[in-house]
Antibody, heavy 120, light 106 residues
Framework: EVQLVESGGGLVQPGRSLKLSCAAS????????MAWVRQAPKKGLEWVAT????????YYPDSVKGRFTISRDNAKSSLYLQMNSLKSEDTATYYC?????????????WGQGTLVTVSS | DIQMTQSPPSLSASLGDKVTITCQAS??????IAWYQQKPGKAPRLLIR???TLESGTPSRFSGSGSGRDYSFSISNVESEDIASYYC????????FGGGTKLELK
């Protein structure tokens, strides 16, 4: 059974940094693109970042490009999201998601999410 | 960047009704659209990929169609367990979600 468990969320002040982690199990982690997707309170879904199987290619929307960095450790079956220069609009539940394959595939499996609150 | 315009934002239906949600892309997305269901406090669940391919476990009352820029998602014979929010996702060029549709009981 595919399992994705996020951790690292919490309350952080604007301008500060936070690093999220996702522990994966139940599949061969190194065979799949992985992603982060977020959802602001009472709002819709927003794709945040995607990383290739080896970690050599990363993709971001303009809203987080230059501030967020996605990375992975295939030996530990773990995914990370380093978030810098946080803004109030980054407040959201952050979901770790597994693509169904490589680039050009949807998000097939999701974790339960971790809440990040950016506030002074 | 590809934009996805989803409508309606909310929908009220009776049990047994057929409901339809549409998504229009800002450019041709070559049928690379998926549909998700999200219940309150839960993670989204992938229902349909590549316009009309049902995921394992997706009931047959769910369906999808479309091409080019215009796509639709339908639920025939709405059941109480279908009350949720629904989102489209284009994955032809990066990834973009539609704004979502909240399905409520009339």
């Amino acid at each position: 059974e595919v399992q994705l468990v996020e951790s690292g969320g919490g309350l952080v002040q604007p301008g500060r940094s936070l690093k999220l982690s996702c522990a994966a199990s139940g599949f061969t982690f190194s065979n799949y693109y992985m992603a982060w997707v977020r959802q602001a309170p009472k709002k819709g879904l927003e794709w945040v970042a995607t990383i290739s199987t080896s970690g050599s290619r990363t993709y971001y929307p303009d809203s987080v490009k230059g501030r967020f960095t996605i990375s992975r450790d295939n030996a530990k079956s773990s995914l990370y999201l380093q978030m810098n220069s946080l803004k109030s609009e980054d407040t959201a539940t952050y979901y770790c998601a597994r693509h169904s394959g490589y680039y050009g595939s949807p998000f097939a499996y999701w974790g339960q999410g971790t809440l990040v609150t950016v506030s002074s | 960047d590809i934009q996805m315009t989803q409508s309606p934002p909310s929908l009220s239906a009776s049990l047994g009704d057929k409901v339809t949600i549409t998504c229009q892309a800002s450019q041709n997305i070559n049928k690379y659209i998926a549909w998700y269901q999200q219940k309150p406090g839960k993670a989204p669940r992938l229902l349909i990929r590549y316009t009309s391919t049902l995921e394992s476990g997706t009931p047959s009352r769910f369906s999808g169609s479309g091409s080019g820029r215009d796509y639709s998602f339908s639920i025939s014979n709405v059941e109480s367990e279908d009350i949720a929010s629904y989102y489209c996702l284009q994955y032809d060029n990066l990834w973009t979600f539609g704004g979502g549709t909240k399905l409520e009981l009339k």
